[in-house]
């Protein structure tokens, strides 16, 4: 079983940047990779970024390439996603998940999810 608990969302004005934090229970990394996901109000949740159990291999959404960076800090069992040059459209709440695999998992196949934290980008 792996508990994760998302933190760092906030409101920021458009341009500006946040570092979202998912801190997970579980103490190894061996085998866990973890995904960023979001959704805003009537929409789909959707695939932002994801990083495999090594932190070797990323993958991001087009819509945030460029502008966000996951990465995993395995000491503090913790996956972050700075967000920068943020825009209005990037306004959701934002998940993290966990699934027990050595690649990449495809779309939303995760086992874990945390509650999620708001993100607010003002124009």
């Known amino acids: 079983q792996v508990q994760l608990v998302e933190s760092g969302g906030g409101l920021v004005q458009a341009g500006g940047s946040l570092r979202l934090s998912c801190a997970r229970s579980r103490r190894t990394s061996e085998g866990i990779a973890v995904g960023w996901f979001r959704q805003a109000p009537g929409k789909e949740r959707e695939f932002v970024a994801a990083i495999d159990w090594s932190g070797s291999s990323t993958a991001y959404s087009d819509s945030v390439k460029g502008r966000f960076t996951i990465s995993r800090d395995d000491a503090k069992n913790t996956v972050y996603l700075q967000m920068n040059t943020l825009k209005p459209d990037d306004t959701a709440s934002y998940y993290c998940?966990?699934?027990?695999?050595?690649?990449?998992?495809?779309?939303?196949?995760?086992?874990?999810w945390g509650q999620g934290t708001q993100v607010t980008v003002s124009s």
């Open positions: 998940a966990a699934k027990f695999a050595y690649g990449i998992p495809v779309g939303i196949s995760y086992d874990y």
